[in-house]
């Protein structure tokens, strides 16, 4: 059973769901910056927005936020919508639970950049900040949802094949990192999502991929070895037609050795810990948790 504020925000999604199949991305960016601009931003949250090599991104600090501690954080919008902007409520919560700077990166989106467009802008600001900024690998985090949790997934494996020192962690909500869009929750919870759909994600993955193989583990890291790979987190709820992808990911992860914390929350949609509910509390402690466990190294 889920609760009460949970099921009004299942109601209002599914009564949205079918509205935004003939909306056009750029109405659809606009409605999820729109969104987002409904959560006020706390008087002790600083954003300071910057260019990182030709890549748009942000700090978000708070006053607990340590120095040489960051999470490199990816939003959401199956690779085609999503910004600093629409990740807000993630965002927040994120610097809240971590004490950490966030660096939240406007990576490029299709159509007009399809893969490797992102992908690429996400090793440029990870390089930068190692090599450039000599911040300890050892005290950041990788992390996204949904979209921005697949790419930050295909982050960490292009680091690892390029022999880059890796991130401590890696965290992932309702990751989308299988764009075949073929696995079997794809099609038989397809009743039980709140807001994609089979259709639109089918859409999407062809806007991003392109000529390219969508078996291309950059693309759908569902199919990359993860040896070699530092621990994860993957949170994910049953009632998502991406529910297989955190499956196979956390599969993969055990297969390869890899230290894997796969969080999963019964009759729960997609990216629910963004919500104001009971259940997206109780998930937040979990993910704080486990953040916190692998900064070791940063300045008190």
Known sequence: MVSKEMEEIIRLLKSLQSNSANTSIEELRNNADQAAEMIQIPNDVKYEYIDIRGVPAAWVSTPTSKKGRVIIYLH?????LGSIKSARALILKFARISDAFILVVDYRLAPENPFPAGLEDILTIYKWLIETEKVNPENVIIAGDSAGGGLAMATLV???DEGMAL??????????ADLTCSSESFRKRAKLEAWLTPEG???????????????????SPVFA?????????IQAGTSEILYDDSVHLAENAKSAD???DL?????LIHVFVAFVTPES????????????KFFRHSKK
């Open 263 to 267: 969080d999963i929350w019964e009759d």
């Open 158 to 160: 292009k680091l690892r």
């Open 225 to 233: 070895d993860f040896r070699g790979l530092p621990p994860l987190f």
């Open 167 to 176: 991130p401590a962690a890696g965290v992932v909500i309702s990751p989308w």
């Open 258 to 260: 890899i230290e894997v």
């Open 281 to 292: 509390q109780q998930a937040t402690k979990k993910l704080e948790k486990f953040i916190n």
């Open 76 to 80: 959401g919008g199956a690779y085609i």
């Open 201 to 219: 994600l089918n859409y999407c993955a062809n806007l991003y991929v392109r000529d390219n193989n969508p078996q291309n583990p950059y693309i």
